[in-house]
Structure formats: structure tokens, C-alpha cells
């Protein structure tokens, strides 16, 4: 978190060095220096250094194999390694270069196939893990090196056009690949199987034991990624990084300047190559195999969910955006996780904004004692109404409040729905008294819509989450949770 | 506001720890550990349930929770049925997610599907890892239980045949009964189809018929600029697709460019309210049940439970699967007093025998292949009010 | 030459539908410089919208109207609710982002096109549907219409091309000959310049959107009329429309026009007489080389920057 503040952590405490003005320099601290003995305690944390922050998260994230047993539980942690990595990637070029990628997965893909296709049967090449893995690396830097060479005249949506079909060029590629000029060169839609795990001279780094997933490559992906991720914070605090965001800010005053924009523009995108690559050799030494259909579109959206929400420029914020999602979306896809999910963020929500208003706290509890209100009226009219059943956690608190029909009619999905989201938009539009008024009504129909809509079909409603979240996200707080608020010249 | 952030990341941890903390395994679930048969054991159906191919889903899924309801509580056994979700557009990567997520599990002891043959060479090793059988009520790649390579592991099981019997009846009926001449095959560069236009060109070719080969990215959806290629005196069009009505549009356009072809369609485009262009040939590896005496009370009892649904052609095999499954259980437990392992499902499973199985006959196991023995591909014709003619 | 005619016919239809999907991305980019990527998902939407509709009159085995009408209904119903749909996107996800740094609003419409799919499939389900038009009227759509040689131009082939070229015209005419389409130029032109001069920039984004998604609404229609629709088409759509779109030089009219046609022709003779397995590939190439070598498209005018 300490990159969040421009200043912070490497301010010498015995005064600024030689050139800085001192007032300029401890300006940000003055700021926001907090009074009482919690300021205190929030001035101590923000002082810790970025590297004292990331030592504390590797050494929580290692300790999770030894609490959790589960299979299941580590590789969701590995996968969340992985999108840690691919968020840090891209960061590299939305948050830094800003550019807009589209094509970012592909590179992914990309890093997957030339692993693949070094590492297993499917040749009968068998390279050790040390020369194919420098090996894919160069040949994703040089890949996204050669995307950007005729991007970088285009900019904006231009190159995200051109990105995001380059990202359906391989898609075309890879599945046809099985009969290119009349040779199988990448499996087509069968992909490629038996892919080697990562080796060392004879030793295999196995990938399950008994069909359990081997913490190791848990460990060997966290190494990787704290190795990435220091690089790339000395990249950004290099000239290179500087003047990354100079012509991030403003491309046009940055060339008068004599900034090579152009080739910043490269630059940026071959370190997102580059470390999409990476990270895609360790999926396809994990998996054991790759398919086309995995670096796909909706990986994309999964990927630029974490930048975004986390905040894009910050390093640290695209990893809490990581942690945040790729767990969340497994938890999403369990009715009964949820709903825990659902209502813990609804009433922290609520608190949250009552902090702020207490008009807030009177809402939450007008709308508690709606609900209770509406489940019984309709309770006492007809039986079936909320007869449905509710499973998995909180189901005895919810049984009493959400309303939940026996039979869903064919017409209460959609209306139910439609009129959540016109609730919603109201609510948006409205001011004062009548907006409290109207998110009683709707907070509820939201709880309703997520108990017998949602928790139904969680595959679309798990996207839908995330596309929720990228759209409020760029309204009310485009830099993310940490990110570092953008000034473009526009 | 900084506050408020650190707040909110704080609410989104705890929740996120809270749910974890729901109901999670902590016990590492290993092979050799004893399931106590009175608990309740979860059996997953791992099928696409979203996606183009969600039909599939819905329609497996239908079937094998009327098999759990009617059949487990005789056998003495407490069973929770679960979905899993591997939608065709993502490709086999769900599969190998939710193998992870079943392995974990104690109390899965055995995993129906999955179901399209992809997911189950992705997922069939980590399976096997774990000594967990699969039996797929829909796979039918030939190469993921025969010839030298094979796709799947020894843990996996299909209840109907492969593609090493649909594609050459497929293609034995298009040169014996049709008389054709010239055939023009399609594939939708996915491993479903890709495979099985393979084997029933092979076939053609031997036998001295003149084929062409046109192929279509996955997500074309307007057929003309193919219809277009099919020559005027081309007999049949091997459309071996998975979304069924994507058959319906290519016989229709075949129509309005006067083309006399028609289609010939596979299991995957076995879908009697989708698929319904008159004089259309479809494959399929059940029988129309409807049709069997012996099934007329497990008809009337799913569509009791499902009004208003028509019988499909792969409910039924998925039915069948979760009564191989169910009573491989039933066997283990039996012989293993009251518990049992991964392990010993796995092997009772070539030891249940059902007679009056669903599809037919009985139900026996080839000794060589984990393949049903004697079963054997249909071949409908589509009558022009729409319903499925067995001819073949 | 019986095949050189039929690819034709294809292209025609295939490329007066990539027209109307691709006249909706220029007329936002042209006011807004904002490439909507939920465009595509609006046609979806457009086209379940005309698949309810004729579910409500009867279907195509029992229509309660005349097939004429039947196929207006369903193709102005589209247009109304996608033109509603487009105004809304636009109130609630593009206007906060109005001055936010351009890569805001391209991530928020992101955000809505995979929103927007997926609730739709949350909703209906992913199952395609067909609206089975070969079942109206004894399949006449299908089997009537005139020969060229031996080429059969089916019914339903010439409705689509009439009725995209008669929306086509309607548009030209709203753009060039009306008071709103003037102030449309004007602020696509130059749109500080433009609200200086008095016009209404909201009301004239509004009308844009009314227009690009009611002839989405209405190519979802005339597509489905001949294939399956699913809730997923939208992205696929969406990348055609693009390349039509920028083909024809992105924020001009005729090049929307133009492009459409030209990707119609593209795709339907590339799968035609060159292959069928790489005909993306072949599109997607052209595209790629129009954006490198001309990236202001055939009829658009170069970008030149104000600083």
C-alpha cells in the first residue's frame, strides 16, 4: 500500500536531499497527517516500506498450504498467483503506459503454446525448464514488441481494436493450426496434452499427488511473482518508468520534451508481453496441456477487473484487485458461499455509507424491518409465496426476510430483474429524502433478485458481477481502490 | 476517504474468509480414506449448463437428478446431486477447475461426466490421480479409452458407445442404404466434430465416394457462403455439430438454393425441438426410449417431475450413467461393511451388471475397453411433421 | 459463374446487415469519439426482441397477422426497444465518463457489453432460438423470389437488402436533411465549438444513440430472420461491425455503407473461393492492414489532432 502515497516511505527522515524543496517534499505528509494516537498508528503503517508490505504478504500467502489441505483451496491460491501476475503485467501497460490492450491474453496464450510446444510429446522436444522458460519469455517481449510495431502510430481505440484482433488472430490460429500448409503444428481444438511439468535434469516438479494439487508449484509461481514484482517496481521508479507515465499524461508534451513516445509505447508493451508469457508457462506446467478457447475474452474482462478495481498504475493495488476477484468469482459459483458473500458485502456496505451520512443507518434499518414486513404479509396471504427453499450458509436469517416463491412464474425472473436495474438507475438520478426513500425498495428487490435470480444460474451471474463492477468503477472511482489518479490532457 | 477504503477492503477480506470458511473441507481428501456409507455422498454432474451447449446440460441434469431421487434411497444410500458447469466456449479449462474441486471433496466417491469429450482429456488424469471414476454419459472421442495413445485413464468410463462405431455406421448407412455418391463434410473447428468428420471421411473415402471437406470457425452462425460450395449433386452434408439448430438453418438453406443434399447430423445435433428440417438424418447412440416397454414407468416419472419437457436422446444414457454409478457404491459398500474407498468404486464398476437397462437390452461391460459391449448406433430419419423415424 | 452469383447474393445479405451494425459504431464515434464495444450486444438484444415478439403473435406456424406485418412489427419493435436500451447506456455508463480520460468510457462499455450478455443469458438462457421464418406462409420466404440463371434470389434475401437499404436512406436523410442531423455534423465536427454555437450536445448525443441502436435493433432482426440468434452473438457482431466500420473510415456514413459491403463481399468470397477454415484469418488481415496503412479507413477523413 505504501506506493499509494507519492511520497511516504523514502523520504529520509533527516530532511529531503540536496534540490528538493522541503515544503514541496513533505507537502503530501502535511496533508494528511491524522491527530490522535489512531493517526499515529495510520502514520506508522504508512511509513512501513513497500518491500516490508510485500515480505508480510509472501509470508502469509506461504503459510496458507499448511492450514488449508484442500486440493481445491490451492489451486484456487495458485490460479490467484496467476492472475496476480497476469494483473501486474498489464498493469505494466494500461497502468503505466496507458495503453489500451485488448490483446493482453493472448500473450498469455502465447507463452502457454511456445511452452507446450518446447515441453512435452507434441514435437518430442523436451528442453529443460531453465533454457525454455528464458526462451518463452523472449519470445513473448518479442511478440508484444512486434504487436506494438504497428500499433504505435495508433492510439487509443485505434490499438484497441487492433489488440483485440490480434487476440482473435491467435484464437484462428491456434484452432486451425492442426492443418497449417498440412502440418499439425498446435493440436487445433484438441490442444495440446502431456505437457511436461517443470523439470530439473531428471527431477519433475510433479503436479499432483494422488490427484491433490502439489503445493509446490504454488511456491514456485509465488517466487516468480515476487521476482516480477520487484523488477518491475525498479523499472517504474527508473527513467524508463517516469517517463512511462509522462507520456501516459500527456504523449503530446512529452515528445516536444524529446521523449521517445514511440518507443516507450514498445517498451511498455513487451514487459506486459513478457510477463504474460511467463506466467503462461507456468499454466501450461501446471495443467498439463493447453486449448485455445482458455485465452479468450472472458479472461480479459477477469484480468482488467482486477487492474481496474484494484487500481490501475499501482502495483500493489492490482495485486489486492487479484486477491479479491479470482476468489471471489470461485465463491460465487457455490449458491450457498454466496449468499454470505451477498449479504456480508450488503450490510458492510450500508455501514460503510453510514459512516458518512447517518440518514444512512436509518435506511438500513427501515429496510430490515421492510423486509420482515413484506415476508410476512405476503407469507399471510398465500403459503407458497415463501415457501421456496433457501440452502448453504445464513439460510436461517434469510429464510425470514427474503421473500421466496414455492414456483418461480416464467414472468418474475425478468421483471424482477428489469426492475432492479431501473430501480437502481432511479436511484442514481434522484436526490435528498426520496433517494433514501427509494433505496429501501430497492436494497430489498436487490436481496430478492440475488436470492431467487441470481443464485440460480451463478455462471452469467458471476460475470455480471464483474461487469457491474468495472462500470461503477469507472464512474465513481476510475483509479480503484489504490490507484493513482490519472491528469490526461485531453 | 482513505479511510473508507482500507474499511471496504476490510469488509470484502472478511467476507471473502467468512465464505471460505463455510462449509470447507479441511480434511485433505485422500484415496485411501474410508466414506462412511450412511453419510450423505455428493455426486456431480460435470456438463455444459450455460453456453450453446447448455441444452446438453439441462437436459443430462434432469435425467440424473430423477435417477438420485428414485434410485438411491432403494440402494440405501444418501445422495446430494451437484452440477458442474463446463460451458463449450471456454474450452476444457473448467473441467480440470472442477476436477480440483471434486477431488477435494471427501465425499464425492465418483463423478458422472464429463461430458463432452475434451473435458474429459483434460480432467481424466487428475481423476485417475485420485481414484475417482468418471463415467461419461455423452463422451464418444474414440481415442479416449482406444488405440495407442489414449486420451483418458484407466478411471474413466463411458455408457455409450464411441465415434469407433458412430462414424462408421454413420458412414455404412450413407453407402449401403443411401447409395451415396458424393458427400460433403463439415467440422466447427472444436474436437467434437473435427474427430468424428475424420472417421465417417475415412470411411467414404474407402468405400470409393467422392467427399469435400469445408470447415467453419465455431462461432458462424450464417451457413450461405457454405450452402454455396455444397455441389448440386451432392447427396449428404455431414454436419456434425453441437448446437442442433444450426443443422435446422443449414437444411433450410440448402432448400432455398435448390440444393437436393440433405443433412446428416450427429449425436450432437440430436435435438427433436431444434433439429427438425424434414428428410435430415441424425445419429444417435440411444434408441428413442419412448419406444421401450421396459422404460415406459421411468418415462412417465421424469416427466412427471419435468412437465412439458419432451424426452431427448441424452437424458436417458445420463440416467443410466448415475445408475452405474449409484450401484457401484452400493456394491463397494457392501463389500466393504458399511465404508468404503475411491478405490473400490472405482473397481466395482465393471462389476455392475443391469439388466433392462435403460437403452435397451442389458448393460454389459466390453473386457478390453472401459465401452459398453454390443452397443450399437441409430440412425434417425427427420419426417416432415418434425418427429424422428428409427431407420437404420 | 452460378457460384460467382450466389457468393454475391451472400455477400449482399451478409454486408447490408455488417452496414447497419456498422453505421451505429460511426455515428457514435462521430459525435462521441468513443467506440461503443456494447454495440453488438444491443443487436443481440434486438434480436430476442424480435423473437418475443413473434412468440406473441403466434409464432411462425400460427401467425395472427398478415406475414408483412408480422416482419414490420418485429422490425420496429427492435428499433424501439434498442433505441430505449441505447439511451440508457448512454445516460447511465458514457455521460459520467464524458470528461474522464478516453480510456475510461472504452473500459465502462466493456463493462455493459459483458453485462449486458450475460444478463440476457441470465435471463433466457443460452439456448439458440430460431425464429423458424421457414415454417411461415408453407416456407415461401425461402422458395420464392427470382432466378438468375440458376441462381434462386430467395424472398427473404431481397427483404433484408430492401429493408437495411430503405433504413439506410431514411438515415441519410435524418443526417443531411434535417435540423438535428445538421447540429449531429456540427458537433461530430467539432463539439466545443458546436455547444458554443448553441446546440444542445446532450440532446444531439441522445439522437445519435436513438439512431445507431434502433438500426442495430433492426439488423438483430433481418440476421435472425435467416440464422440462429443466442445471447452470445453479440461479440462476434460486434467485431464485424468494427471492421465495417473502420474498413469505411470510422464517423463517415457513406463509409459504414461501403465497409459493410466490402466485408460482406470479403468474407462470403474468401469462404467461396479461397478457404473455408481461414476466412477470419483473411478478414482480419484486411482489417489490420487498413488500420496500419490507412487507418482513416476509405472514406474517412485523416485525424488531425488539436492540441
Given at each position: 500500500m505504501s506506493d499509494s502515497t507519492p511520497h511516504g516511505s523514502h523520504v529520509p527522515a533527516e530532511g529531503p536531499a540536496v534540490g528538493q524543496d522541503e515544503w514541496v517534499a513533505r507537502h503530501a505528509e502535511q496533508r494528511f497527517m491524522p491527530g490522535g494516537p489512531l493517526g499515529a498508528l495510520e502514520d506508522r503503517i504508512r511509513r512501513v516500506p513497500w518491500w516490508a508490505w510485500l515480505i508480510l504478504f509472501l509470508a502469509a500467502a506461504s503459510t496458507l498450504p499448511v492450514f488449508e489441505h484442500s486440493g481445491y483451496v490451492r489451486y484456487v491460491a495458485f490460479s490467484t498467483v496467476l492472475y496476480m501476475l497476469l494483473a501486474l503485467g498489464l498493469n505494466v501497460v494500461v497502468g503505466w503506459g496507458g495503453l489500451l490492450d485488448l490483446g493482453y491474453v493472448a500473450f498469455y496464450g502465447i507463452g502457454a503454446y511456445a511452452y507446450a510446444m518446447l515441453d512435452s510429446d507434441k514435437f518430442g522436444i523436451h528442453l529443460p525448464t531453465i533454457v525454455s522458460v528464458p526462451l518463452v519469455v523472449a519470445i513473448g517481449a518479442i511478440g508484444g514488441f512486434l504487436l506494438g510495431l504497428p500499433s504505435r502510430r495508433l492510439t487509443g481505440d485505434y490499438l484497441a481494436i487492433v489488440t483485440l484482433f490480434f487476440l482473435q488472430l491467435f484464437q484462428t490460429i491456434t484452432t486451425n493450426g492442426d492443418a497449417a500448409f498440412g502440418h499439425n503444428l498446435t493440436g487445433g481444438p484438441n490442444g495440446i496434452l502431456n505437457v511436461d511439468p517443470f523439470h530439473l535434469g531428471k527431477h519433475d516438479l510433479v503436479v499432483q499427488h494422488e490427484g491433490i494439487f502439489a503445493v509446490s508449484y504454488f511456491y514456485v509461481a509465488l517466487a516468480v511473482f515476487a521476482v516480477v514484482f520487484v523488477a518491475l517496481r525498479f523499472v517504474n521508479q527508473s527513467r524508463t518508468g517516469r517517463a512511462w507515465r509522462s507520456q501516459r499524461e500527456d504523449p503530446l508534451a512529452a515528445e516536444a520534451m524529446g521523449m521517445p513516445v514511440n518507443w516507450l509505447k514498445l517498451l511498455s508493451f513487451s514487459f506486459g508481453a513478457a510477463v504474460a508469457a511467463l506466467t503462461g508457462t507456468l499454466f501450461a506446467a501446471q495443467s498439463a496441456s493447453v486449448f485455445p478457447l482458455t485465452f479468450y475474452f472472458v479472461l480479459l474482462i477477469i484480468v482488467y477487473t482486477m487492474v481496474i478495481l484494484g487500481g490501475s498504475g499501482s502495483q500493489a493495488g492490482v495485486v489486492a484487485g487479484a486477491v479479491i476477484v479470482s476468489p471471489l468469482l470461485e465463491l460465487l459459483r457455490d449458491p450457498g458461499k454466496s449468499r454470505v458473500i451477498f449479504f456480508l458485502a450488503l450490510v458492510g456496505g450500508l455501514l460503510l455509507m453510514s459512516r458518512r451520512s447517518r440518514a444512512l443507518g436509518i435506511v438500513a434499518i427501515v429496510t430490515l424491518a421492510f423486509g420482515f414486513a413484506v415476508h410476512e404479509i405476503l407469507g399471510a396471504i398465500d403459503k407458497s409465496w415463501i415457501a421456496g427453499e433457501h440452502q448453504g450458509g445464513f439460510a436461517g436469517v434469510t429464510d425470514h426476510w427474503v421473500v421466496a416463491p414455492a414456483h418461480m412464474a416464467r414472468w418474475i425472473a425478468p421483471t424482477s430483474y428489469i426492475g432492479l436495474i431501473a430501480a437502481v438507475l432511479l436511484v442514481t438520478m434522484v436526490r435528498g429524502r426520496l433517494r433514501l426513500a427509494l433505496l429501501v425498495p430497492t436494497v430489498y428487490l436487490t436481496a430478492f433478485v440475488w436470492e431467487n435470480v441470481m443464485l440460480a444460474k451463478p455462471e452469467p451471474a458471476r460475470y455480471i458481477v464483474l461487469g457491474v463492477i468495472l462500470i461503477a468503477l469507472m464512474i465513481l472511482r476510475p483509479n480503484g481502490l489504490l490507484g493513482e489518479r490519472r491528469v490526461e490532457i485531453v | 476517504m482513505k479511510k473508507a477504503i482500507g474499511l471496504a477492503l476490510a469488509v470484502l477480506a472478511t467476507s471473502v474468509v467468512a465464505a471460505s470458511a463455510q462449509g470447507s473441507n479441511r480434511i485433505a481428501a485422500v484415496s485411501a480414506a474410508g466414506v462412511n456409507c450412511k453419510s450423505t455422498i455428493t455426486l456431480p454432474l460435470v456438463t455444459p449448463v450455460t453456453g450453446g451447449a447448455g441444452f446438453l446440460g439441462a437436459e443430462q441434469g434432469s435425467w440424473s437428478k430423477y435417477a438420485v431421487k428414485t434410485l438411491a434411497k432403494p440402494l440405501g444410500l444418501k445422495v446430494k446431486f451437484v452440477l458442474g458447469d463446463t460451458p463449450v466456449e471456454q474450452g476444457p479449462a473448467p473441467a480440470q477447475a472442477l476436477a480440483q474441486k471434486y477431488v477435494a471433496d471427501k465425499s464425492v466417491l465418483v463423478v458422472l461426466g464429463p461430458s463432452t469429450s475434451g473435458a474429459v482429456a483434460a480432467s481424466s488424469s487428475t481423476y485417475y490421480a485420485a481414484k475417482i471414476a468418471h463415467i461419461s454419459p455423452s463422451a464418444t472421442r474414440t481415442s479416449l479409452t482406444q488405440g495407442s495413445s489414449k486420451e483418458a485413464t484407466p478411471a474413466f468410463f463411458r455408457v455409450v458407445p464411441g465415434d469407433y462405431i458412430q462414424g462408421p455406421s454413420d458412414a455404412n448407412f450413407m453407402i449401403k442404404t443411401l447409395k451415396v455418391k458424393k458427400v460433403v463434410l463439415l467440422d466447427f473447428q472444436e474436437p467434437y466434430s473435427t474427430g468424428l468428420s475424420d472417421s465417417v471421411e475415412g470411411v467414404l473415402k474407402k468405400a470409393g465416394v467422392s467427399t469435400t471437406r469445408l470447415s467453419a470457425p465455431n462461432t458462424t452462425t450464417d451457413y450461405s457462403a457454405y450452402v454455396t460450395k455444397v455441389p448440386s449433386d451432392a447427396d449428404i452434408v455431414f454436419f456434425p455439430t453441437q448446437k442442433p439448430g444450426d443443422a435446422q438453418t443449414f437444411a433450410q438453406q440448402l432448400v432455398e438454393q435448390g440444393k437436393k443434399a440433405k443433412v446428416f447430423g450427429g449425436d450432437g445435433s440430436n435435438d427433436p425441438s431444434a433439429f427438425k428440417a424434414g428428410g435430415s438424418y441424425v445419429s444417435n447412440f440411444a434408441p428413442d426410449i419412448t419406444g421401450i416397454k421396459a422404460d415406459a414407468a421411468i418415462v412417465a416419472g421424469w416427466k412427471k417431475e419435468n412437465p412439458g419437457k419432451a424426452v431427448g436422446s441424452f437424458g436417458p444414457p445420463s440416467y443410466g450413467a448415475t445408475q452405474v454409478a449409484l450401484n457401484a457404491i452400493a456394491l463397494a459398500c457392501k463389500a466393504g461393511h458399511g465404508t468404503t474407498t475411491r478405490q473400490a468404486v472405482l473397481s466395482s464398476i465393471k462389476k455392475v451388471k443391469i439388466k433392462n437397462w435403460i437403452l435397451g437390452g442389458d448393460l454389459r461391460w466390453s473386457t478390453k475397453s472401459n465401452d459398453p459391449l454390443n452397443a450399437k448406433f441409430y440412425i434417425f430419419q427427420i419426417q416432415s411433421n418434425g418427429a424422428y423415424k428409427l431407420v437404420g | 459463374m452460378d457460384t460467382f452469383l450466389q457468393l454475391t447474393v451472400d455477400a449482399l445479405t451478409l454486408g447490408s446487415v455488417y452496414a447497419l451494425i456498422a453505421l451505429g459504431y460511426t455515428l457514435v464515434y462521430g459525435v462521441l469519439k468513443l467506440l461503443n464495444f456494447a454495440h453488438g450486444d444491443v443487436f443481440m438484444?434486438?434480436?430476442?426482441?424480435?423473437?418475443?415478439?413473434?412468440?406473441?403473435?403466434?409464432?411462425?406456424?400460427?401467425?395472427?397477422?398478415?406475414?408483412?406485418?408480422?416482419?414490420?412489427?418485429?422490425?420496429?419493435?427492435?428499433?424501439?426497444?434498442?433505441?430505449?436500451?441505447?439511451?440508457?447506456?448512454?445516460?447511465?455508463?458514457?455521460?459520467?465518463?464524458?470528461?474522464?480520460?478516453?480510456?475510461?468510457?472504452?473500459?465502462?462499455?466493456?463493462?455493459?457489453?459483458?453485462?449486458?450478455?450475460?444478463?440476457?443469458?441470465?435471463?433466457?438462457?443460452?439456448?439458440?432460438?430460431?425464429?423458424?421464418?421457414?415454417?411461415?406462409?408453407?416456407?415461401?420466404?425461402?422458395?420464392?423470389?427470382?432466378?438468375?440463371?440458376?441462381?434462386?434470389?430467395?424472398?427473404?434475401?431481397?427483404?433484408?437488402?430492401?429493408?437495411?437499404?430503405?433504413?439506410?436512406?431514411?438515415?441519410?436523410?435524418?443526417?443531411?436533411?434535417?435540423?438535428?442531423?445538421?447540429?449531429?455534423?456540427?458537433?461530430?465536427?467539432?463539439?466545443?465549438?458546436?455547444?458554443?454555437?448553441?446546440?444542445?450536445?446532450?440532446?444531439?448525443?441522445?439522437?445519435?444513440?436513438?439512431?445507431?441502436?434502433?438500426?442495430?435493433?433492426?439488423?438483430?432482426?433481418?440476421?435472425?430472420?435467416?440464422?440462429?440468434?443466442?445471447?452470445?452473438?453479440?461479440?462476434?457482431?460486434?467485431?464485424?461491425?468494427?471492421?465495417?466500420?473502420?474498413?469505411?473510415?470510422?464517423?463517415?456514413?457513406?463509409?459504414?455503407?461501403?465497409?459493410?459491403?466490402?466485408?460482406?463481399?470479403?468474407?462470403?468470397?474468401?469462404?467461396?473461393?479461397?478457404?473455408?477454415?481461414?476466412?477470419d484469418l483473411i478478414v482480419f488481415s484486411i482489417l489490420i492492414a487498413f488500420m496500419i496503412f490507412r487507418p482513416q479507413g476509405l472514406l474517412g477523413r485523416a485525424d488531425i489532432r488539436k492540441v
Open positions: - | - | 438484444v434486438g434480436s430476442f426482441i424480435g423473437f418475443g415478439v413473434l412468440q406473441l403473435l403466434g409464432g411462425t406456424s400460427k401467425p395472427v397477422v398478415p406475414v408483412w406485418l408480422l416482419l414490420v412489427l418485429m422490425v420496429l419493435a427492435a428499433m424501439v426497444g434498442c433505441a430505449v436500451l441505447g439511451v440508457v447506456i448512454e445516460r447511465f455508463a458514457y455521460r459520467p465518463l464524458r470528461d474522464a480520460p478516453r480510456i475510461a468510457p472504452l473500459i465502462s462499455a466493456l463493462g455493459v457489453s459483458f453485462f449486458l450478455a450475460n444478463s440476457m443469458q441470465l435471463l433466457f438462457g443460452a439456448t439458440p432460438r430460431n425464429y423458424n421464418i421457414f415454417d411461415l406462409a408453407n416456407a415461401s420466404l425461402y422458395t420464392k423470389g427470382f432466378n438468375v440463371g440458376n441462381v434462386h434470389v430467395a424472398l427473404l434475401r431481397i427483404i433484408t437488402v430492401v429493408a437495411a437499404f430503405v433504413l439506410m436512406v431514411l438515415l441519410w436523410f435524418l443526417v443531411n436533411r434535417t435540423r438535428t442531423g445538421k447540429a449531429m455534423r456540427a458537433t461530430s465536427y467539432d463539439r466545443e465549438a458546436a455547444a458554443m454555437m448553441g446546440i444542445d450536445i446532450d440532446k444531439v448525443i441522445v439522437f445519435t444513440f436513438v439512431l445507431g441502436s434502433a438500426l442495430a435493433g433492426a439488423g438483430g432482426v433481418l440476421q435472425s430472420l435467416r440464422v440462429p440468434t443466442t445471447v452470445a452473438i453479440g461479440f462476434v457482431v460486434g467485431l464485424k461491425g468494427f471492421t465495417a466500420a473502420v474498413i469505411g473510415g470510422i464517423g463517415s456514413i457513406p463509409g459504414a455503407m461501403a465497409g459493410g459491403l466490402i466485408l460482406g463481399f470479403a468474407e462470403s468470397f474468401s469462404q467461396g473461393y479461397i478457404s473455408t477454415k481461414w476466412s
